[in-house]
């Protein structure tokens, strides 16, 4: 698991917490650049690494223990929450547990929405939740509809989970929702330069409109994720 820190730990919180999941055969290293940004907008970002699905794992990854990790998430959040754990042991006070949010990439997309509704896995304490490229739950006892504010992103070229994957999501969330289409994108588009912009400034835009409930944020996520010629959002 890899924390970040708003300005290297330096700044005062108490602050949100962001928990990303990664997806099949990746690593957290593939998004440092990404969680940086993000935690340098005001956020603990925590990144764990989960034990069957990362890039490496012995034995080669195993695409259906996605279903055990919504519950790898909220032991995360279990530890990371804790007056004793990772963060509150070292930096008192710079977490705040009424502020919880998770996101994630294709299966780690599936796992965040799973936290948010599911009857296997829903956990209380996320109040928003990020899918990228990702689908609703297909593991047993893990679909239902979204409970909280959602936000969607998906590339129309991708070939691995079809956009129409995250629209049924969006069609069904009984809370706030968004969805933004990336023109051409593929399943996998962080090393596309503006793809790439447009994800780090929507989800930190999503994130401080749902979070820390700032006056106007609507205008500025939907500005964010309006590009001519390369992103639109519902």
């Known amino acids: 698991m890899r924390i970040y820190f708003p300005d290297g730990g330096s700044a005062e919180g108490p602050f949100p917490v962001f928990v990303w999941a990664h997806g099949l055969d990746a690593t957290v290293d593939y998004f440092d650049s990404m969680l940086r940004d993000w935690a340098a907008r005001g956020y603990v970002v925590v990144a764990p690494s989960f034990p069957l699905t990362h890039l490496g794992a012995p034995g080669g990854t195993v695409y259906d223990d996605v279903a055990n990790q919504p519950a790898d998430v909220s032991f995360v959040l279990d530890q990371v929450l804790a007056p004793d754990g990772p963060v509150g042991s070292h930096h008192p006070g710079l977490v705040d547990a009424d502020l919880v949010a998770v996101g994630g990439h294709s299966l ?37 509809p979204v409970a909280r504010p959602v936000l969607l992103i998906h590339g129309d070229a991708d070939t691995t989970f079809s956009p129409d994957r995250s629209r049924a999501v969006f069609e069904t969330a009984t809370g706030p929702r968004y969805l933004v289409v990336l023109r051409g994108a593929p399943h996998t588009p962080f090393r596309l330069e503006r793809p790439a912009a447009v994800i780090t400034a929507t989800v930190v835009d999503f994130l401080d409109l749902e979070l820390k409930r700032r006056p106007g944020w609507e205008e500025r996520l939907r500005s964010s994720a309006t590009v001519d010629g390369l992103s639109t959002i519902e």
């Open 108 to 144: 780690g997309g599936v796992t965040a929405l799973a936290l948010t509704g599911s009857p296997c896995c829903a956990d209380e304490r996320v109040r928003a939740v990020v899918s990228i490229d990702g689908e609703a739950p297909t593991f047993v006892r893990g679909a239902g």
